[in-house]
Nanobody, 125 residues
């Protein structure tokens, strides 16, 4: 049974940092493309960062240069380091897995098969 569990969310002031983690179980982590998405109230889910099994990454323009996606395959864990946070980064953050083996990084939610339950990030001004 595939399981993705996010942690690390919280409340910070603008300019601060957070690191999100996503522990994965139930599949061979190293073969799949992983991603982080976020969704603010009343808005559509937005893909913000993705990393392929070949460690190629892709970022949304809204977070490029501020967020870094990484993974520790030995720990089956995906990370999202978020720096220079802004109030507009406030959202529920989700990790997701694309079960197509060796797929390129992508930010389209329709390509992801498995999702975590999310962790809330709130940035105050």
């Amino acid at each position: 049974q595939v399981s993705l569990a996010e942690s690390g969310g919280g409340s910070v002031q603008a300019g601060g940092s957070l690191r999100l983690s996503c522990v994965v179980s139930g599949f061979t982590y190293r073969r799949y493309t992983m991603a982080w998405f976020r969704q603010a109230p009343g808005e559509e889910r937005e893909g913000i960062a993705s990393i392929s099994a070949a460690t190629t990454t892709r970022y949304a323009d809204s977070v490029k240069g501020r967020f870094t996606i990484s993974q520790d395959i030995a720990k089956n864990t995906l990370y999202l380091q978020m720096n220079s946070l802004k109030p507009e980064d406030t959202a529920m953050y989700y990790c997701a897995a694309d079960e197509r083996t060796w797929a390129p990084p992508n930010l389209s939610s329709t390509l992801y098969n498995y999702w975590g339950q999310g962790t809330q990030v709130t940035v105050s001004s």
